[in-house]
T-cell receptor, first 116, second 114 residues
Framework: DTGVSQNPRHKITKRGQNVTFRCDPI?????LYWYRQTLGQGPEFLTY????????KSRLLSDRFSAERPKGSFSTLEIQRTEQGDSAMYLC??????????????FGPGTRLLVL | KQEVTQIPAALSVPEGENLVLNCSFT??????LQWFRQDPGKGLTSLLL?????REQTSGRLNASLDKSSGRSTLYIAASQPGDSATYLC?????????????FGAGTRLAVHP
């Protein structure tokens, strides 16, 4: 068990470019979450996967954002046509959950995005 | 809509002091409450999770209490050390669509100086 990993750890891009982040959850964790954290704030929920199915998306997730979790393993979060307001830390978490039961989310180190 | 507030936003203390960090939430219908630690530029480390049926949890020098009816939780840090310097986040947990939904406060930035 090596924990949740995220790549890259840092990304600097110019406004209008597309970026993609990757999250590798703890093996055998069936649930995967993406959060966004802006400076001085707590993380905010973006989206949630149960295995390969994306079951919920926040209103924060505009149509420029897309997330996938093929084969229910790693996940990618893509931001198209980045804007300066997208600058934030993007955190991934995974858990082993069952319907309505208690679960513990384990967080990765995050990807810090800066849009110039 | 659930809102989570943490007070104070920042705290600077000398080493050795006992500290109380506060977290309040507007909707008492929560499943659990969890306290996290975040070092600068890093991810979140879980410190304590309090189930809704519990009133407190302890781990080493940390003690967290929960009063659901008043919508409050406190994190008590005994005999603070410089290594405790970090941001402390509380998150209320509800069950939404079959999964645990975490709603975070903005955190308390703690600096413990020697």
């Amino acid at each position: 068990d090596t924990g949740v990993s995220q790549n890259p750890r840092h990304k600097i891009t110019k406004r209008g470019q597309n970026v993609t982040f990757r999250c590798d959850p703890i093996s055998e964790h069936n649930r995967l979450y993406w959060y966004r954290q802006t400076l001085g704030q707590g993380p905010e929920f973006l989206t949630y996967f149960q295995n390969e199915a994306q079951l919920e998306k926040s209103r924060l997730l505009s149509d420029r954002f897309s997330a996938e979790r093929p084969k229910g393993s790693f996940s990618t979060l893509e931001i198209q046509r980045t804007e300066q307001g997208d600058s934030a830390m993007y955190l991934c978490a995974s858990s082993l959950g069952s319907a309505g039961g208690q679960e513990t989310q384990y967080f990765g180190p995050g990807t810090r995005l800066l849009v110039l | 809509k659930q809102e989570v507030t943490q007070i104070p936003a920042a705290l600077s203390v000398p080493e050795g002091e006992n500290l109380v960090l506060n977290c309040s939430f507007t909707d008492s219908a929560i499943y659990n409450l969890q306290w996290f630690r975040q070092d600068p530029g890093k991810g979140l480390t879980s410190l304590l999770l309090i189930q809704s049926s519990q009133r407190e949890q302890t781990s080493g020098r940390l003690n967290a209490s929960l009063d659901k009816s008043s919508g409050r939780s406190t994190l008590y840090i005994a005999a603070s050390q410089p290594g405790d310097s970090a941001t402390y986040l509380c998150a209320v947990i509800t069950i939404s669509g079959g999964y645990n939904k975490l709603i975070f406060g903005a955190g308390t930035r703690l600096a413990v100086h020697p």
